[in-house]
């Protein structure tokens, strides 16, 4: 088999396929969470503690010299991409557990096993008369 129908077989696998979905449906999903916590969540929490926004919280290190710019470590903007990551990681959490709790449920309701058809039925009771007969 030539490495391009190799490659051709791995791509059109359905992990992978989901695995891509679940990609680009991820980083759809990272921009909302971002959006979520730098305009809804972080202004209120910036209010209580003060009205301090923290993007803008940062320690300049050395200040801009003509056209040299200032070294500023921009320690409000790493606060809040844990944040957003805390936001991610607890939806996806709650997501997963979602997904098991459906799977135990469809897991502890075993199905009944089907009914004999007509030909096990009639089979049964050429059986029962055989085993009758010999008896006797």
Do not use: H, W
């Amino acid at each position: 088999m030539s490495l391009l129908n190799e490659f051709k077989a791995f791509a059109v696998k359905g992990n992978v396929v989901d695995m891509a979905v679940g990609i680009i449906i991820g980083a759809a999903f990272g921009k909302i969470v971002s959006s979520f916590v730098g305009d809804v969540i972080m202004p209120p929490i910036g209010l209580l503690i003060g009205g301090v926004d923290f993007s803008d919280l940062a320690i300049t290190l050395k200040a801009a010299e003509g056209d040299i710019p200032a070294v500023v470590l921009s320690y409000g903007k790493f606060i809040q991409t844990i944040l957003d990551f805390v936001i991610v990681a607890f939806a996806i959490f709650m997501g997963v557990k979602a997904i098991n709790k459906l799977k135990r449920e469809e897991a502890a309701a075993p199905e009944a096993p089907p009914a004999p058809t007509k030909d096990q039925e009639l089979l049964t009771e050429i059986r029962d008369l055989l085993k009758s007969q010999r008896d006797k």
